[in-house]
């Protein structure tokens, strides 16, 4: 056995099972890959065998001494696991496993040693369900010779796997880090372009690579001996869906006053828990309600000033920083902000590709990593306020729908769908608003609604050459699963945008700059209570996030937070027609590259262009063709 570590261990897993190879090598490639997850210290694991091996890469946050080190064996020497993420609740556990005897006194301080020797003494399914936090674990029992992956409930932290060529199986929190293993030849996954090119980014389990997936979260993935793909089960041990349905036939029976003090108290707790660390810790402040809800009872348990953090811009439709020093002033906490200039996003952009390591565009990870840089300047973890606009009704598309829906409800299905056909098989079709309303009246029911609503230009389905049909989170959803409309919305985004899109960005790009994010209201408890609220509690009319202002106005005053939201977002469509990006642009899009890769149809994608340079659409879809190229840019790059 070989077991090596230079000090600490904590935030990038990697590890494989049956590399014929230079094991010690690929080890080191594959830890290197991610060693912006990581840069405090790094370990090795490989079994007696050589079969398996687990790598880590370690931002310290609890215990910084050697005591904390990864990958770690439990005291029996049984397990061996390789984490990144953190157990809030874990001294909670460390006090049973004491009082109950299993332990009789831990080595140091970590969460690693606790969660390690709760799965000794309860079995890894029921040291999971007491555990409180975001991770993904990879887990072997040298015993029993087989090898767990885990990931949190939520999906916040990423866990990709699969096998390179028939034999070796590989895991990793970032895809890239696969990617440069000895013999990967995986090829593009031109069956979920259409899905990319619809949505900025691939849902879960579906990776870029043929072969290569996304670990869902709340999931138990086992694979034994002797590692090939007949040996794996994935088993879930939490399910969203589940914890939806849970809540909603249970509905909270308080007034809704009692609901806003019930989610007060759990936020706090959870709150409580995330600002535990042996380093500084601080939030993510906008002017949104989200974020100033988490900062404001950050501050309410906080003896000293909390560190909050926000960017700003010079033009005025996407400024918030001036509302956010209000909101941080009249809270009282040391703010610190950064006004960016379109010099500093663009700076930004060659690095994308390398830091999502597949394609994603939501256009808001340039802010999001330069607020990320900001904020690492002065601490090592950061707060957020992602998850209430899923939970608690946010957004106004779920208004929309609801909206639409209860017009449109009461025409008999039979009825619409021919009506719609005919409308979009007519010369009305060519006008983009008569296809939108053609297309929407043909949903079955409000999922349907909300899904098409992404896709109603059959230009978006000529952009890639290939078209599968992967089924994903959205197309699957059964019409009608939660009793209320915007329930079911509200689910459809906690299961797919959510997990792939928003905890993706924010993960990727703090991770870049080795800082750690945490999201109180993803918190398992706030969680299930969200889904035990009643509509009404959430949203009336155009106001979404009833009970969560609530909480929040017994801190800021109302009037302090009804603005019109801006949103995390910048003026990408300005400047992308200023010369330098729209060179960068033109020259990703070339239509003899674009022939020559024979992925794109260069034909649609210069369509697009060309409108969104004269007539100013296709703003958000160019973006995603321009991250698709950028990315392979960076892949060819990387295997030539």
Same mark, same amino acid.
């Given at each position: 056995?070989?077991?090596?570590?230079?000090?600490?261990?904590?935030?990038?897993?990697?590890?494989?099972?049956?590399?014929?190879? *230079?094991?010690?090598?690929?080890?080191?490639?594959?830890?290197?890959?991610?060693?912006?997850?990581?840069?405090?210290?790094?370990?090795?694991?490989?079994? %007696?065998?050589?079969?398996?091996?687990?790598?880590?890469?370690?931002?310290?946050?609890?215990?910084?001494?050697?005591?904390?080190?990864?990958?770690?064996?439990?005291?029996?020497?049984?397990?061996?696991?390789?984490?990144?993420?953190?157990?809030?609740?874990?001294?909670?556990?460390?006090?049973?496993?004491?009082?109950? %005897?299993?332990?009789?006194?831990?080595?140091?301080?970590?969460?690693?040693?606790?969660?390690?020797?709760?799965?000794?003494?309860?079995?890894?399914?029921?040291?999971?369900?007491?555990?409180?936090?975001?991770?993904?674990?990879?887990?072997?029992?040298?015993?029993?010779?087989?090898?767990?992956?885990?990931?949190?409930?939520?999906?916040?932290?990423?866990?990709?796997?699969?096998?390179?060529?028939?034999?070796?199986?590989?895991?990793?929190?970032?895809?890239?880090?696969?990617?440069?293993?000895?013999?990967?030849?995986?090829?593009?996954?031109?069956?979920?372009?259409?899905?990319?090119?619809?949505?900025?980014?691939?849902?879960?389990?579906?990776?870029?690579?043929?072969?290569?997936?996304?670990?869902?979260?709340?999931?138990?993935?086992?694979?034994?001996?002797?590692?090939?793909?007949?040996?794996?089960?994935?088993?879930?041990?939490?399910?969203?869906?589940?914890?939806?349905?849970?809540?909603?036939?249970?509905?909270?029976?308080?007034?809704?006053?009692?609901?806003?003090?019930?989610? &007060?108290?759990?936020?706090?707790?959870?709150?409580?828990?995330?600002?535990?660390?042996?380093?500084?810790?601080?939030?993510?402040?906008?002017?949104?309600?989200?974020?100033?809800?988490?900062?404001?009872?950050?501050?309410?348990?906080?003896?000293?000033?909390?560190?909050?953090?926000?960017? %700003?811009?010079? &033009?005025?439709?996407?400024?918030?920083?001036?509302?956010?020093?209000?909101?941080?002033?009249?809270?009282?906490?040391?703010?610190?902000?950064?006004?960016?200039?379109?010099?500093?996003?663009?700076?930004?952009?060659?690095?994308?590709?390398?830091?999502?390591?597949?394609?994603?565009? *939501?256009?808001?990870?340039?802010?999001?990593?330069?607020?990320?840089?900001?904020?690492?300047?002065?601490?090592?973890?950061?707060?957020?306020?992602?998850?209430?606009?899923?939970?608690?009704?946010?957004?106004?598309?779920?208004?929309?729908?609801?909206?639409?829906?209860?017009?449109?409800?009461?025409?008999?299905?039979?009825?619409?769908?021919?009506?719609?056909?005919?409308?979009?098989?007519?010369?009305?079709?060519?006008?983009?608003?008569?296809?939108?309303?053609?297309?929407?009246?043909?949903?079955?029911?409000?999922?349907?609604?909300? &899904?098409?609503?992404?896709?109603?230009?059959?230009?978006?389905?000529?952009?890639?050459?290939?078209?599968?049909?992967?089924?994903?989170?959205?197309?699957?959803?059964?019409?009608?699963?939660?009793?209320?409309?915007?329930?079911?919305?509200?689910?459809?985004?906690?299961?797919?945008?959510?997990?792939?899109?928003?905890?993706?960005?924010?993960?990727?790009?703090?991770?870049?700059?080795?800082?750690?994010?945490?999201?109180?209201?993803?918190?398992?408890?706030?969680?299930?209570?969200? #889904?035990?609220?009643?509509?009404?509690?959430?949203?009336? %009319?155009?106001?979404?996030?009833?009970?969560?202002?609530?909480?929040?106005?017994?801190?800021?005053?109302?009037?302090?937070?009804?603005?019109?939201?801006?949103?995390?977002?910048?003026?990408?469509?300005?400047?992308?027609?200023?010369?330098?990006?729209?060179?960068?642009?033109?020259?990703?899009?070339?239509?003899?590259?674009?022939?020559?890769?024979?992925?794109?149809?260069?034909?649609?994608?210069?369509?697009? #262009?060309?409108?969104?340079?004269?007539?100013?659409?296709?703003?958000?879809?160019?973006?995603?063709?321009?991250?698709?190229?950028?990315?392979?840019?960076?892949?060819?790059?990387?295997?030539?």
């Amino acid at each position: 056995m070989a077991f090596t570590d230079k000090e600490d261990g904590m935030c990038g897993i990697a590890g494989f099972c049956n590399l014929k190879g *230079d094991w010690r090598a690929n080890i080191a490639k594959m830890n290197e890959r991610m060693h912006h997850r990581g840069p405090d210290a790094e370990g090795v694991f490989a079994s %007696g065998d050589e079969r398996v091996v687990l790598g880590h890469k370690r931002l310290s946050i609890v215990d910084l001494s050697v005591n904390g080190a990864q990958p770690m064996e439990s005291h029996s020497g049984r397990y061996v696991m390789a984490y990144n993420g953190e157990i809030y609740n874990y001294k909670k556990i460390a006090r049973k496993l004491l009082e109950e %005897g299993k332990v009789k006194a831990f080595r140091g301080a970590s969460d690693t040693e606790v969660l390690l020797e709760a799965i000794e003494a309860y079995g890894v399914e029921n040291a999971i369900a007491m555990s409180k936090g975001m991770f993904a674990i990879a887990l072997y029992d040298k015993k029993e010779q087989e090898l767990f992956l885990l990931r949190d409930r939520v999906g916040e932290k990423p866990l990709y796997y699969g096998f390179i060529g028939k034999d070796v199986f590989a895991f990793a929190s970032e895809i890239g880090s696969i990617a440069v293993l000895d013999g990967f030849r995986n090829d593009i996954q031109t069956d979920i372009l259409d899905i990319y090119f619809t949505h900025g980014y691939i849902p879960a389990p579906y990776s870029i690579y043929k072969d290569i997936y996304k670990l869902e979260p709340g999931t138990m993935l086992n694979i034994k001996f002797p590692y090939e793909e007949k040996d794996i089960s994935i088993t879930p041990f939490w399910s969203m869906r589940e914890a939806a349905k849970r809540g909603q036939e249970n509905l909270f029976q308080g007034s809704r006053e009692e609901a806003a003090e019930e989610l &007060e108290r759990l936020l706090k707790e959870s709150i409580r828990e995330q600002m535990v660390a042996d380093v500084p810790v601080g939030a993510f402040l906008s002017a949104g309600i989200d974020s100033s809800t988490i900062v404001a009872l950050m501050q309410s348990l906080n003896s000293g000033k909390v560190k909050s953090f926000t960017i %700003g811009m010079s &033009e005025e439709g996407y400024n918030e920083a001036a509302a956010a020093k209000e909101i941080a002033k009249h809270l009282g906490t040391e703010h610190t902000e950064l006004y960016i200039t379109e010099e500093d996003a663009v700076a930004v952009i060659p690095k994308l590709g390398h830091m999502f390591g597949e394609p994603f565009a *939501d256009s808001s990870q340039i802010p999001t990593y330069l607020v990320s840089k900001m904020t690492r300047e002065h601490v090592t973890v950061s707060l957020s306020g992602d998850g209430g606009d899923e939970l608690f009704c946010g957004y106004t598309s779920y208004e929309s729908v609801s909206r639409i829906w209860g017009k449109m409800k009461n025409i008999p299905y039979f009825i619409r769908k021919p009506c719609s056909s005919l409308v979009l098989h007519s010369p009305l079709a060519k006008n983009p608003i008569y296809r939108t309303k053609g297309t929407l009246l043909g949903a079955k029911g409000p999922g349907r609604l909300y &899904e098409i609503s992404y896709e109603t230009d059959p230009l978006v389905k000529k952009i890639s050459k290939t078209h599968g049909r992967c089924p994903y989170k959205y197309n699957q959803f059964e019409e009608g699963y939660l009793a209320e409309t915007n329930h079911n919305i509200m689910l459809m985004d906690m299961l797919m945008y959510h997990p792939d899109d928003i905890l993706v960005k924010v993960d990727r790009a703090a991770m870049a700059v080795s800082l750690e994010t945490r999201v109180p209201m993803l918190d398992k408890d706030v969680v299930e209570f969200a #889904w035990s609220l009643p509509i009404e509690y959430k949203r009336q %009319g155009k106001t979404g996030k009833r009970v969560l202002r609530d909480v929040l106005y017994r801190y800021v005053p109302r009037e302090m937070m009804e603005r019109p939201k801006k949103g995390f977002s910048i003026p990408i469509d300005k400047w992308l027609l200023k010369p330098e990006l729209r060179k960068w642009a033109e020259s990703l899009i070339d239509r003899k590259t674009l022939v020559r890769q024979g992925l794109l149809d260069a034909d649609a994608v210069w369509k697009m #262009w060309d409108d969104f340079t004269q007539r100013g659409i296709w703003r958000i879809q160019i973006w995603f063709v321009l991250m698709f190229q950028e990315w392979l840019n960076e892949t060819s790059a990387m295997f030539h």
